[in-house]
């Protein structure tokens, strides 16, 4: 008896890293009754992952405004007037003193963006400064600077790199209606060049941007049939910015079940990725946030605000994560849940000889399989 598409297509590969999604077979899943598509995900979740625990990223704008590419969504082009004042690159010495601030309040990542269409190599000796500042802090460090070419991603690599970010944002076909000033495949030509340096690749997208279910669909089958899966793939959803071409009351807000979904579809197509909940978290509530870990999510972006508040459980995500009995990666579990835990793991997806697990369908009921009867 299979599960559902992955299983139809693959007996027993629950949870397999694969790089040959079709279209069809993913549409599948995104319309597969809900708590089934649910349940999936957080199977292959916890065969990979500690289901209750979150990796922290910070999140540096280091380079504010003033962008000559023409990303409807973004209020940091210098084509729309959303009232964004642009900035000069900060200071290393700041740079590295956010990180330590947000190294105090549980961030293990510290990512580091700026706002232009390419990095010019005259920039480049201070974001190596800032990479290695933030290294000898003891955390992942995380670049997102456009596009590159293949010596100034050796120099970063040189300084410690460990992450590049560079979204694709959304389907290849869909691409077009959203930036016009550079092409979806300069933008995989980029990953590519990071990829081949040896750096990770942190790439997603964002949803709610007035694209259809096969779009959602599109920008996945495109991250995880790449060589190698993004090792982070951050999914944000669109917050509309008055100035922007998509502060616009014809796009309809894109559903919480639309958004869950679209989480557990990434879950189940890159098992292995970081899953991380972005830019659109802080409209979402909590029971919305935890259907997000349900569904795969394991990493979020920390509000900025967390850098002023002195202590880091009073905050929001951090209340957040105690009341669910969940932890920041890389920090002591506050909860006693963690046995009783690792044991319903086993329960459900038994631990076979080799370290390897394998999901037994007897368990669950199979919608998908009763679908296939009446066909
Ligand atoms: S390249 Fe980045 S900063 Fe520039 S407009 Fe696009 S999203 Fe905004």
Not at 14 to 19: P, T
Not at 172 to 185: A, G, H, L, N
Not at 270 to 275: D, G, I, L, T, W
Request: net charge negative; charged share 25%.
């Amino acid at each position: 008896m299979s599960l559902s598409p992955i299983n139809d297509a693959n007996e027993n590969l629950l949870g397999a890293v694969r790089h040959d999604w079709t279209r069809d077979e993913i549409l599948k899943l995104f319309n597969m009754p809900f708590m089934d598509l649910l349940f999936e995900a957080q199977v292959i979740h916890r065969t990979h992952f500690d289901p209750n625990k979150v990796q922290l990223s910070q999140l540096c704008s280091i380079k504010t405004g003033g962008c000559a590419e023409d990303c409807k969504y973004c209020p940091q082009s210098a084509r729309y007037d959303t009232g964004l004042k642009a900035s000069k690159m900060m200071e290393v010495d700041r740079v590295v003193e956010l990180a330590k601030h947000a190294k105090e309040a549980g961030a293990t990542r510290y990512c580091m963006g700026a706002a232009w269409r390419d990095l010019k190599d005259r920039d480049v000796d201070q974001i190596c400064a800032m990479i290695e500042g933030v290294k000898d802090l003891g955390m992942e460090s995380c670049v997102t600077l456009g596009m590159l070419t293949s010596d100034q991603i050796g120099r970063f690599k040189q300084s410690g790199l460990d992450y590049y970010n560079h979204n694709v944002d959304t389907s290849e076909e869909y691409y077009k209606e959203i930036i016009t000033t550079r092409s979806y495949q300069d933008r995989l030509d980029t990953i590519q060049n990071v990829r081949d340096a040896g750096i990770n690749v942190c790439s997603g997208g964002i949803i709610g941007m007035g694209e259809k279910e096969t779009d959602r669909a599109g920008m996945l089958e495109t991250l995880a049939n790449m060589p190698a899966h993004p090792d982070s793939v951050p999914i944000n959803k669109l917050v509309q910015v008055k100035g922007t071409p998509l502060y616009d009351d014809s796009i309809d807000e894109i559903s919480d079940f639309d958004f869950i979904r679209t989480i557990a579809v990434a879950r189940i197509m890159m098992p292995k990725a970081y899953v991380r909940l972005s830019a659109g978290r802080e409209s979402m509530d909590k029971k919305m946030q935890a259907y997000c870990f349900m569904a795969g999510a394991n990493s979020m972006f920390y509000g900025e605000k967390l850098l002023t508040t002195p202590n880091p459980v009073k905050n929001n995500d951090m209340a957040l994560l105690a009341e669910l009995g969940m932890s920041p990666e890389g920090h002591t579990m506050s909860h006693e849940d963690a046995a009783t835990e690792a044991k319903l793991t086993d329960a459900i997806v038994p631990l076979k000889a080799g370290g390897t697990r394998e999901f037994d369908p007897s368990i669950a009921y199979n919608s998908r399989a009763a679908d296939n009867v009446t066909q």
